[in-house]
């Protein structure tokens, strides 16, 4: 099985771990990600305004390549799967976006909203099954009390991201089982970080992670985990507790036996 894989700047960058941790983790379950040959930068944030073409056009190209290989689209970022999967509902629902972006674009066939977005979570609950990567698993995280923190980006809006219960959500819970570790169930999980005012608010931003991770470390959480690079970066950097907060796919990759092998390369 092969999907048309978005890796998104950070998991490129300041992040290739994360990413490396994925691609090593796909092997062992059965499937492959293959990278877009020319993707651009979605922007990290959608753009909101109907009439702002310009700023959706490096979702559409990565949209349209992944149509054209006919193949579903998979991202490990929250950010990056935000945004393309809004600029994707954009291209099939809204005329007037969807006319102006291929005038622009000028594709040999219109794109218009074919290709199926997936992040790395939905792959392994939908397409996987989590039965399946509980078989995979070699070394469980027995013992290892988790919480999952959500952020904003995965769940809202939930009609268009249709991701799980934006109020209430499992995914990554049923993740925390598949791996042999057990959730934490606390308040503050579905809440934003203030990662995009990190930089402007500090004192704001350090106090929203400071909720989240005094919650967490209420309710018996050992650790934290998420889905969002920036959410990792602000848990991490703007707290004063020593909760520590890992990405999904490192604990993917630990419990599947291959991390060791991703730290080596």
């Not at 300041?14 to 293959?34: H, I, N, P």
């Not at 992040?119 to 469980?140: A, C, Q, T």
């Not at 931003?205 to 889905?227: P, V, W």
């Amino acid at each position: 099985m092969k999907y048309s894989y978005y890796p998104g700047c950070t998991l490129k960058n300041k992040a290739e771990d994360l990413d490396a941790y994925a691609r090593a983790s796909a092997k062992v379950l059965g499937f492959e990600l293959e990278e877009l040959e020319e993707w651009q930068c979605c922007g990290g944030v959608y753009p909101l305004g109907n009439d702002e073409i310009a700023t959706k056009l490096a979702s559409v190209r990565a949209l349209h390549a992944a149509r054209e290989k006919g193949q579903e689209l998979v991202t490990l970022c929250s950010a990056c799967h935000h945004v393309l999967k809004r600029v994707n509902d954009d291209m099939k629902n809204v005329e007037d976006i969807r006319t102006r972006a291929n005038n622009y674009l000028d594709l040999s066939t219109p794109y218009e909203g074919e290709t199926t977005v997936l992040h790395f979570l939905e792959v392994l609950r939908d397409r996987i099954g989590f039965d399946k990567v509980k078989e995979k698993v070699v070394n469980p995280l027995t013992g290892k009390k988790i919480g999952a923190y959500y952020g904003c980006l995965l769940l809202r809006p939930g009609k268009i991201l249709s991701f799980d219960n934006p109020e209430n959500p499992k995914i990554m819970e049923d993740f925390i089982r598949a791996i042999g570790a057990e959730p934490v169930i606390y308040p503050y999980r579905n809440e934003c970080c203030g990662g995009y005012i990190s930089l402007k608010e500090k004192e704001m931003s350090k106090n929203m992670c400071q909720k989240i991770e005094e919650s967490a470390e209420g309710f018996g959480a050992d650790m934290l985990i998420t889905a969002c690079p920036l959410c990792m970066y602000n848990l991490n950097k703007n707290t004063s507790t020593d909760l520590p907060v890992y990405y999904f796919t490192e604990l993917l990759a630990e419990a599947l036996g291959v991390k060791d092998e991703v730290k080596k390369a």
